[in-house]
Structure formats: C-alpha cells, structure tokens
C-alpha cells in the first residue's frame, strides 16, 4: 500500500509535464524511469529515499509515494511536486 497518493491535473501535454517532473527529480540526484503513461522515480531526502510511481490518466498525472522518511509528511512531498510542474 501506498505511504500517500495524490493526482495532479495539467493543461499542458503529457511530456511537457513529465519531462518537468523528471528534471526536478534528477537534480536532486534521484532517477525517473519511464515513458508518458506510467513508471517510477526515487530521491533521497535528508539522506532517506522516497520512492514513488506515476500514471497519466488523460490530464491527470497519478503519484503513488510507496516509501517516504517518517519525517516528511505527504503534504510536503504534494506541495512540493505541484509548484515544479505548474
């Protein structure tokens, strides 16, 4: 079971989008593997991982955030993600 989910909807095409998500994870050193319909991506955060894993559902992009620190709320990680995409 997912540690959080939460769905972002976008305006803009599917790649434009993940291709923001992906700059954003890779510079924090994390990896982003796969194309514009699904696949994961982790990243450490205070030197623990968050691993995760989307899906693009017409306009809407799913993120499932399996593993996450304890002291990183879903919020957070939520917030975070949406202001780098829009």
Same mark, same amino acid.
């Given at each position: 079971? /997912?540690?959080?989910?939460? *769905?972002?909807?976008? *305006? $803009?095409? /599917?790649?434009? &989008?993940? /291709?923001? /998500? $992906?700059?954003? !994870?890779? *510079?924090?050193? @994390?990896?982003?593997? @796969?194309?514009?319909?699904? @696949?994961?991506?982790?990243? *450490?955060?205070?030197?623990?991982?968050? !691993?995760?894993?989307?899906?693009?559902?017409?306009? &809407?992009?799913?993120?499932?955030? &399996?593993? $996450?620190?304890?002291?990183?709320?879903?919020?957070?990680?939520?917030?975070?993600?949406?202001? $780098?995409?829009?």
């Amino acid at each position: 079971m /997912a540690a959080c989910n939460f *769905s972002v909807t976008f *305006s $803009k095409p /599917a790649e434009e &989008i993940l /291709a923001k /998500a $992906k700059e954003t !994870v890779e *510079s924090q050193q @994390g990896t982003f593997i @796969g194309d514009n319909s699904a @696949g994961r991506f982790d990243v *450490s955060v205070f030197g623990n991982t968050i !691993v995760g894993t989307y899906s693009v559902v017409e306009q &809407i992009l799913n993120i499932d955030i &399996i593993e $996450k620190p304890f002291m990183v709320p879903c919020s957070m990680i939520e917030s975070f993600l949406t202001s $780098k995409l829009n």
